[in-house]
């Protein structure tokens, strides 16, 4: 399976998560939207595709937890009749990341979930502290940091 990332502490975490949870596929990504890490795609547009979407579905989770129960919802689970998807938020010292996991019936939801906060674990363990501030995830240099990182997880130049 091909395992990529932009930051290199990623990658055997998400290895090990993939192989022990038996996913399909795997997507870490940056709250904004901006993928941090995949496992089993080959396109670069259904990685961003797939990075838009999980924002987009953990946007309005967070938001209806927070109208519903005071909190935002922290995990989902969609059970479909062929493959089913896990989305949830795990904390480094880097901040918050999204994964999506998708996964069939070699696996189970009980098998995702222990294998994530495993995943967790370990991502807290292997972040780097941030040396500086960051700057805003929706920078004015955005779209070119995604295409560079797109770039680099499928091993192509980026084009300016």
């Known amino acids: 399976m091909i395992i990529a990332s ?18 399909r596929i795997a997507l870490l990504l940056h709250p904004s939207g901006q993928v941090v890490a995949q496992a089993g795609f080959t396109r670069a547009v259904d990685v961003m595709t797939a990075c838009a979407l999980a924002a987009a579905v953990h946007a309005t989770a967070g938001e209806l937890g927070r109208q519903l129960d005071g909190r935002p919802f922290r995990a989902l689970h969609h059970a479909g009749v062929e493959q089913q998807f896990h989305l949830a938020v ?38 780097p502290p941030l040396a500086s501030l960051r700057a805003p995830a929706l920078g004015l240099d955005f ?9 680099a997880m499928f091993g192509r130049e980026e084009r300016g």
């Open 6 to 23: 932009v930051e290199p502490w990623i990658e055997a975490p998400l290895r090990r998560y993939v192989d022990d949870a038996r996913a």
């Open 90 to 127: 795990t904390e480094t010292a880097r901040g918050a990341y999204i994964c999506l996991t998708v996964f069939d019936q070699e696996s189970s939801l009980g098998l995702v979930q222990m294998y994530f906060e495993e995943l967790c674990r370990e991502l807290a363990a292997a972040a």
């Open 143 to 151: 779209e070119r940091d995604l295409n560079a990182n797109l770039a």
